[in-house]
């Protein structure tokens, strides 16, 4: 379960850092690009969560 935790968090903090990235960013093309992949990474995280519940099962 650690490794999957760990790919979460490296989701996120991808996600976060796309995201500054895009907020810094003085080229619009590469502002969407950034956007993008963050949307993208957190779309990643999403699942992942969603696996780790799925393997974890129910909350007692």
């Known amino acids: 379960m650690s490794a999957l935790q760990a790919k979460l968090e490296r989701f996120e903090i991808l996600a976060d850092e796309c995201e500054l990235i895009a907020s810094?960013?003085?080229?619009?093309?590469?502002?969407?690009l950034y956007e993008r992949l963050g949307v993208r990474y957190r779309e990643l995280a999403t699942d992942m969560r969603t696996v780790i519940a799925t393997i974890a099962g129910p909350a007692v």
């Open 24 to 32: 810094r960013a003085i080229d619009g093309g590469n502002r969407e």
